[in-house]
């Protein structure tokens, strides 16, 4: 059966949380990122992007093109929960739904076209989303999750856009070929220097070649420019999680001790979060007392792979959970409601040089091993 993907995206979503709460900040070049002269740009309206503004940016190299933004530092908390919001109503809605990002959500509606007709479905959920929660939306609904999410960057802002699958090739040809998603720039280098700009060109050559120029990666690549993915929609679940926990070879009242171990059992899933590129939107804290009695502690939090971040908050809730002041047996920790995003979400840091220490840290930690590296506090943990 031939698939029906919708891709959806919330358009320059932190932009359009800030001006749900701000309507004076509407029609103003606006930066979200860190104040300092040091800090990146996180996201950006459409105002900012005219003077040449980009994520990423340097927050001082985006305020020498475009003087007038207004920077704000960001509210991770809010933009979590306006995520969560519409996350709540997409589940509701949608048959199959998987949550790519913070922003940006695909779904499966093969099918549906026999009872109320695809396009009409999709826009009709997306009008209840702004209705409701006042975020404009994009959506592009194709044959498949490329092509669904490639017509989205094409509708942007608050697109509509279909693309048949007759259409597929005359859409995605005239294009230019880093319009292709997971397409980096060194890759377009690559194929630019060979004189393949457009997704046609790329279309068109023989995929032995494109293979024999970039690795396994070519064919991906290749079946992409050609309108072809079936990478199917992973359903979206709050409960996925990462987790560890280290029972004590003798039971222990340390408390100096337990928390060494729990910045060490902190930094090993917030490492394993950005090498899968996810950010966690609740941690939860587990002690075992020497009688075998379990208890745990979670809280909320806004999305992140951070070890400061998720380090301060798991010593709290150990504060406020070990009160009973008896030998600890088991000490253990969980991050959950994953979603993919880490790299959008690290741009909130407040300086070059932390985003610069967790890359370095993370790319020691691939090369020598996950215990190569860690904070001072953290050496007891040895698991």
Known sequence: MDRTIVHMDLD???VSCERLLHSELKGMPLIIGG???RGVVASCSYEARYFGVRSAMPIKMALQLCPQAKVLRGDMELYSNQSKIVTSILQEESPLLEKASIDEFYIDITGL???FGCYKWTNELVHRITKETGLPISFGLSINKTVAKMATSESKPEGRFEVLEKAVKPFLFPLPINKIPMLGQSTANVLSRIGVRKIQTLAEMPVEVIVQLLGKNGQSLWKKANGIDLTPVEPFSERKSISTETTFEKDTIDIQHINDLLVSMVEKLAFQLRQEQKVAACITIKIRYSNFDTHTQQCKIP????DHVLIGKAKELF???YSRRMLIRLIGVRLSDLVHGYHQINLFEDTHEMI????????IRNKFGKKAIGRAGGHHYKK
Do not use: G, Q
């Open 113 to 115: 076209d026999r009872f």
């Open 356 to 363: 610069a220490l967790y890359h370095a840290m993370d790319k």
């Open 35 to 37: 104040h300092s002269d």
């Open 319 to 321: 504060s406020k959970l």
């Open 303 to 306: 999305y992140s792979a951070s």
């Open 12 to 14: 320059t979503f932190f």
